[in-house]
């Protein structure tokens, strides 16, 4: 079935780095954009970034911009997000959902806790 | 990159009608006609409720529904029932290849 399985979250000290992993099966990777998003606890969503099926279309939110690199590798089915430079505010489950008829398919999240 | 304004709470009564407002600005939601909508229940993912401002995915109930006027979004769900007690935000395309979220508002079917 159409999935996407994120990984590599965990607890990191504040001004390290961290990459996430999102490893999509059931559908044809390439043909689509996935995005990056958070949500921290008990908040909402927040839209982190988006790369479309050409890699080199990137597009980042402000509070990642600089600090966040996403890319993907269309021969492993993977999307990456590798965060540098991190804060306390970056504390969060990180999605990865695809986009397609808004954001249809959705990863069961990975935590992040940034945290000395 | 402001999130979009949604109220913290609604409730209703099972078989009543309610709605969710979603006010962006003329930079998001009142240039595109890309605002989706997603419930989300404690513990787990977003599930697209709505895309495209007023399309519905295939498998959604039919009693959700969405509509914009300028820059406000709005989801009605109709004919509440218990299962629809969850989180639902709005998100809209904004530019550049952005996007941005609501706040999330919280509906209590009581």
């Known amino acids: 079935q159409v999935q996407l399985v994120e990984s590599g979250g965990g607890v990191v000290q504040p001004g390290k780095s961290l990459r996430l992993s999102c490893a999509a099966s059931?559908?044809?990777?390439?043909?689509?954009?996935i995005h990056w998003v958070r949500q921290a606890s008990g908040k909402g969503l927040e839209w982190v970034a988006l790369i479309w099926s050409d890699e080199n279309k990137e597009y980042y939110a402000d509070s990642a911009k600089g600090r966040f690199t996403i890319s993907r590798d269309n021969s492993k089915n993977t999307l990456y997000l590798q965060m540098n430079s991190l804060r306390a505010e970056d504390t969060a489950v990180y999605y990865c959902?695809?986009?397609?008829?808004?954001?249809?398919?959705w990863g069961q999240g990975t935590t992040v806790t940034v945290s000395s | 990159q402001s999130a979009l304004t949604q109220p913290a709470s609604v409730s209703g009564s099972p078989g009543q009608s309610i709605t969710i407002s979603c006010t962006g600005t003329g930079s998001d939601v009142g240039t595109y006609n890309l605002v989706s909508w997603y419930q989300q229940v404690p513990g787990k993912a977003p599930k697209v409720m709505i895309y495209e401002v007023s399309k519905r995915p295939s498998g959604v109930s039919n009693r959700f529904s969405g509509s914009k006027s300028g820059n406000t979004a709005s989801l009605t769900i109709s004919g509440l029932q218990a299962e629809d007690e969850a989180d639902y935000y709005c998100?809209?395309?904004?530019?550049?290849?952005?996007?941005?979220f609501g706040g999330g508002t919280k509906l209590t079917v009581l």
């Open positions: 959902a695809r986009s397609f008829l808004g954001m249809d398919v």
């Open positions: 059931g559908f044809t990777f390439r043909n689509y954009g």
């Open positions: 998100c809209s395309y904004a530019g550049s290849g952005t996007f941005v």
